[in-house]
């Protein structure tokens, strides 16, 4: 079983940028594909970004590339996301999900784990 806790969440004006954290505990990262995914009032949760068992591998959603970057510490147990150059379309609830499948994914049901989520609010 791996728990994932995110934070880093918060309000902050358009074209500012926060850093989400997500710790994982129960099961290395090392061997786990990470995703963040967001899910904004009123819609799906949809994928945001990716990465691979030793972070070589990276994908993002067309909306997200060249403002957000996802990266791991896998001797911490942790993934992270820096977003850049915020819009207020980025206003979601931005969840940590954990997959054991070895390649990176972006549909929610190839991952088994998720945290509990963490606001972002970008105001204009």
């Known amino acids: 079983q791996v728990q994932l806790v995110e934070s880093g969440g918060g309000l902050v004006q358009a074209g500012g940028s926060l850093r989400l954290s997500c710790a994982a505990s129960g099961r290395t990262t090392s061997n786990l594909v990470m995703g963040w995914f967001r899910q904004a009032v009123g819609s799906e949760r949809e994928f945001v970004a990716t990465i691979s068992w030793g972070g070589g591998v990276t994908d993002y959603t067309d909306s997200v590339k060249g403002r957000f970057t996802i990266s791991k510490d896998n001797a911490k147990n942790t993934v992270y996301l820096q977003m850049d150059s915020l819009k207020p379309e980025d206003t979601a609830v931005y969840y940590c999900?954990?997959?054991?499948?070895?390649?990176?994914?972006?549909?929610?049901?190839?991952?088994?784990?998720w945290g509990q989520g963490t606001q972002v609010t970008v105001s204009s």
């Open positions: 999900a954990a997959s054991s499948t070895p390649i990176p994914q972006k549909y929610t049901r190839r991952y088994e784990y």
